[in-house]
């Protein structure tokens, strides 16, 4: 079964810098799909950003950008020029591929919660 | 256009009552999932449903039941509350089955049981 890791339960970051949030991940398959979801304290879950793993190049959505390392099983997001709406929940998640029913939901990690500092 | 729509916000329940959780959507979409969120646990698969009429168990599924008469509509029954349950849920809904198009998740619902 798939698992999805994020080791980092908080991080904190001053207002227009940069931060890092690390994912990883456990999987056989070779092709799947991974995401970013941000959860502000509305609750409400937005998607950040997406890769799928077929791809080489990074996803990038404006300040957003993700370092997706395949072999390592690694998708870390990195969020520049921080703002003080950047503060949230932060998901990663897993999507595989393959049509199975239950095996095609997300499976999410357990959160990183971003502080943003001014 | 609503999107996926989640009723009541906020839920004290007592111990054995039991509620259903409401959740609609106006996007035409087959598949809707129930998740729920505990603190420090990322979120889980409670149930979910590939169409009108067809539903299936995810990850915890024991003492919550689903139904799905419409496409639109997607309810979440507890019967016997109990503290365990205590918890944020989430309904989502996608266009399709896998793929890397988002979910559409609603605004989630608060329950405490006590």
């Known amino acids: 079964a798939q698992t999805v890791t994020q080791s980092q339960p908080e991080m904190s970051v001053q207002e227009a810098e940069t931060v890092t949030l690390s994912c990883t991940y456990d999987?056989?398959?070779?092709?799947?799909?991974l995401f970013w979801y941000k959860q502000p304290p509305s609750r409400q879950m937005i998607l950040v950003i997406r890769q799928e793993a077929y791809k080489q190049q990074n996803a990038t959505e404006n300040r957003f950008s993700v370092n997706f390392q395949k072999a390592a099983k690694s998708f870390s997001l990195k969020i520049s020029d921080s703002q003080l709406g950047d503060a949230a929940m932060y998901f990663c998640?897993?999507?595989?591929?393959?049509?199975?029913?239950?095996?095609?939901?997300?499976?999410f990690g357990t959160g990183t919660l971003l502080a943003v500092q001014p | 256009n609503a999107g996926v729509t989640q009723t009541p916000k906020f839920r004290i329940l007592k111990i054995g009552q039991s509620m259903t959780l409401q959740c609609t959507q106006d996007m035409n979409h087959n598949y809707m999932y129930w998740y729920r969120q505990d603190p420090g646990m990322g979120l889980k698969l409670i149930y979910y449903s590939v169409g009108a009429g067809i539903t299936d168990k995810g990850e915890v599924p024991n003492g919550y039941n689903v139904s799905r008469s419409t496409t639109e509509d997607f309810p979440l029954r507890l019967e016997l509350a109990a503290p365990s349950q205590t918890s944020v849920y989430f309904c989502?809904?996608?266009?399709?089955?896998?793929?890397?198009?988002?979910?559409?998740f609603g605004n989630g619902t608060r329950l405490t049981v006590t």
């Open positions: 989502a809904a996608d266009r399709v089955l896998t793929g890397n198009s988002p979910l559409h």
């Open positions: 998640a897993y999507r595989s591929v393959e049509y199975g029913g239950a095996t095609n939901k997300l499976i």
């Open positions: 999987t056989s398959e070779s092709d799947y799909y």
